[in-house]
């Protein structure tokens, strides 16, 4: 799997890191990541089919 570097804004990490751990939503910060960029992927094509792209 390639590796991905970015900068990111603290208050966003932290953020996600309240998502993140035993017991919650998230296994791991990467998880996180991959499982919004997913999402995000998903709402674009669904917007894209609404206007015929």
């Given at each position: ?15 996600i890191?309240?998502?993140v ?22 709402q ?10």
């Amino acid at each position: 799997m390639p590796k991905v570097s970015l900068d990111m804004p603290a208050e966003i990490l932290s953020d996600i890191k309240k998502h993140v751990g035993d017991e919650k939503k998230f296994v791991s910060v990467a998880d996180a990541i991959r499982t919004a960029c997913r999402k995000l992927l998903d709402q674009l094509d669904e917007i894209d089919i609404r206007n015929g792209r």
